[in-house]
Nanobody, 120 residues
């Protein structure tokens, strides 16, 4: 029904920058919110940043001041600009969307993830 595809992950040195992108497709009526989560080996998945249709944002304390989440003009894309990257940012980053379709309202959908590796 709804597919999310992430891109932009890779290998970067500490202090560098990356920009992650996520595009949503499918039979979507509207997207209420989108966000980025990450999961490192041996740790549970955690919220990195989210943004609602109204533009409200939320960030994990560990990334405040370094990461910025934004929505595309068509509102079916979301970006995560990551600056001043640290080795502890290394994780698989997952795109999430709360979307309404013909059959469901406000369901959560997940991308397959993109790997970000920060070397020291």
């Amino acid at each position: 029904q709804v597919q999310l595809v992430e891109s932009g992950g890779g290998l970067v040195q500490a202090g560098g920058s990356l920009r992650l992108s996520c595009a949503a497709s499918g039979s979507i009526f509207s997207i209420n919110a989108m966000g980025w989560y990450r999961q490192a080996p041996g740790k549970q998945r955690e919220l990195v940043a989210s943004i609602t249709s109204g533009g409200s944002t939320n960030y994990a304390d560990s990334v405040k001041g370094r990461f910025t989440i934004s929505r595309g003009n068509a509102k079916n894309t979301v970006y995560l600009q990551m600056n001043s990257l640290k080795p502890e940012d290394t994780a698989v980053y997952y795109c999430n969307a709360a979307a309404s379709t013909r059959d469901y309202y406000g369901m959560n959908y997940w991308g397959k993830g993109t790997l970000v590796t920060v070397s020291s």
